[in-house]
């Protein structure tokens, strides 16, 4: 494992929030190594999460699971829903 020469130092440090950061940094510098090599992010996955549970909050009220599924299957299916107005055609 490569390691920062100034980590160990730090955290040794008296200083509790300098220890704390050096201490998290030497426990996942694997994956911080690995974010560098392939620059891969749970981001997306965040974001579809994200996006889920704001629909299912706006889908409190009603009475069954299948109007949760139904609404989410609308929000994020990708279909388009654009009817054409009347008198515009």
Known sequence: MLSDPGLPWA??????????????VLEHFDGILAYFHSRLTNGLSEGVNNRLRMIARRAFG???????????YLCCGGIGLDPPLPGLT
Do not use: E
């Not at 955290?11 to 998290?24: C, F, G, H, N, Q």
């Not at 009603?62 to 989410?72: E, I």
């Open 11 to 24: 955290s040794r440090s008296r200083l509790s929030p300098l220890v704390r950061v050096a201490r998290t």
């Open 62 to 72: 009603y009475h069954s699971p299948n109007a949760l599924m139904s609404l989410l």
